[in-house]
């Protein structure tokens, strides 16, 4: 029933804003901002080097000949990267894709070795055992990846990528003299390699895993028995120089419904610069036109859902007609101390418009709970009109008053309980908006705030 009541209220905040709208036309825009690309890339960057982490690179096995030594069999075994340290990396979006790169890191890396030595000069063998370290002081990292819709959802492409250690240096512990220069001469080129093809693969297991839970995204959000939002995907995200443009459908459509498109007029789409202004950007702006709270006013009109029957009252005795004697006193006389229920329905869909006239009958004030659009509605003004009666003609003075009490004292604390739970933003599970600016932009209420991970 809450957003049913929602939009009853919003009607009564909005009633008194270039292209026409089709299916591939989103009414919840989305644009991240490079400073919201940066905080993503940070995430990205830090579960990347927790998955490498502990990872443990395939053994290295060679036999060399060592001068005055013979011929060595050397085998690198339980290489581990332990550490990765990440001190400057970058992202930049262009219309062919976004690109992150990540230059200068360093690595840390353990490992144990052993090797035997047999030849006719020592028949009888030698062989030594221990471990050593690895640090890696010069990698780079990059990648290109694009994103296409595909059926409402995203589909995440990694384009290319690459990795390159430039400088390693070893430290041996233990072990013969000439056994550290083996190591230099005949295994830094295969250590760097195995890291080089380790962090490639882990690159390429990321982006699978995180194309498949954009794949798994739902492409609606239920609300109640009655409305699910459509948050599928509409065309392809537009990627400029400094932000990436998300258009999601974002209109209601009924809980079984099969998800099909509906006009609505959308008007010019939302510009950065022209959205959140101040001097302090945030890290992404979620956009929502009108038409959105226009589609769920038609959908529960229709669905017969915007009608309620109060019978219960702080003043119980408002619903008898004895309170009402001395005020309609035909109704007392025809129906003398009954029980009375107030049947309250829309007659018609409410008109909903985001406006900044000042002509409207109650006042909404939007805020952000938890990841959700909630808000509470404050009583302005109203009129009444008498639009038929059985009883004969009555006194829409007096009855205004008694109805305004009613209104303040019951119904609009009860829509605010409901108004408060909201409707859905488009935000990932995991993720908090902070530091929020909700502004008013007809036919467009915009919210501008920061992420929490």
Not at 245 to 265: C, D, H, K, S, W
Not at 346 to 362: E, R
């Amino acid at each position: 029933m809450a957003p049913s009541i929602c939009f009853l209220l919003l009607s009564l905040l909005f009633l008194s804003s270039s292209t026409s709208g089709t299916d591939e036309e989103g009414f919840i825009s989305v644009i991240i901002s490079d400073k919201g690309l940066d905080f993503a890339k940070d995430i990205l960057i830090d579960q990347a080097v927790a998955s490498i982490v502990q990872s443990q690179l395939p053994q290295i096995e060679k036999t060399v000949q060592v001068p005055l030594v013979g011929k060595a069999k050397v085998v690198l075994s339980d290489i581990t990267i332990n550490h990765i340290q990440v001190n400057s990396s970058s992202v930049n979006t262009g219309e062919t894709g976004i690109a992150l790169v990540v230059s200068g890191a360093t690595a840390d890396l353990s490992l144990n070795w052993r090797y035997s030595v047999s030849s006719w000069l020592v028949p009888i063998g030698i062989s030594d055992s221990g471990t050593a370290t690895v640090k890696v002081n010069d990698l780079q990292v990059g990648l290109t990846v694009n994103l296409r819709n595909q059926e409402g959802t995203l589909k995440l492409n990694l384009l290319d990528s690459g990795c390159h250690v430039r400088d390693l240096s070893i430290k041996l512990h233990g072990g013969a003299a000439w056994l550290y220069q083996v190591l230099v001469d005949a295994f830094a080129g295969n250590i760097a390699s195995a890291v080089e093809e380790a962090i490639s693969k882990k690159i390429n297991e990321g982006i699978s895993t995180l194309d498949l839970l954009l794949q798994s995204l739902p492409k609606t959000i239920p609300l109640d028995e009655t409305a699910a939002l459509n948050v599928s995907f509409m065309d392809n995200p537009v990627l400029s120089d400094s932000a990436i443009e998300l258009e999601i459908n974002g209109l209601f459509t009924g809980r079984n419904e099969v998800l099909v498109p509906q006009a609505y007029y959308r008007g010019s789409g939302l510009s950065l610069s022209a959205s959140c202004g101040g001097s302090s950007p945030k890290m992404i702006t979620i956009s929502l036109h009108e038409s959105v709270f226009k589609s769920g006013s038609m959908l529960y009109f229709t669905a017969d859902s915007m009608q309620w029957i109060v019978d219960e009252l702080p003043d119980q005795a408002l619903l008898n007609t004895a309170e009402w004697r001395f005020l309609i006193p035909q109704l007392y006389k025809k129906y003398p101390n009954d029980d009375m229920n107030l049947n309250i329905s829309v007659s018609s869909p409410p008109d909903i418009q985001v406006t900044n006239k000042d002509d409207f009958s109650a006042s909404f004030a939007v805020e952000i709970l938890g990841n959700n659009l909630a808000g509470w509605l404050k009583l302005r003004k109203f009129s009444t009109s008498l639009k038929w009666s059985k009883i004969g003609k009555l006194h829409m003075n007096l009855i205004q008053s008694v109805t305004s009490t009613v209104l303040k004292t019951v119904i609009i604390p009860y829509l605010n309980s409901q108004l408060l739970r909201g409707i859905p933003l488009p935000i990932l599970n995991g993720f908090a908006i902070k530091n929020v600016c909700i502004l008013y932009a007809p036919p467009r209420i915009t919210v501008c705030s920061d992420v929490s991970f």
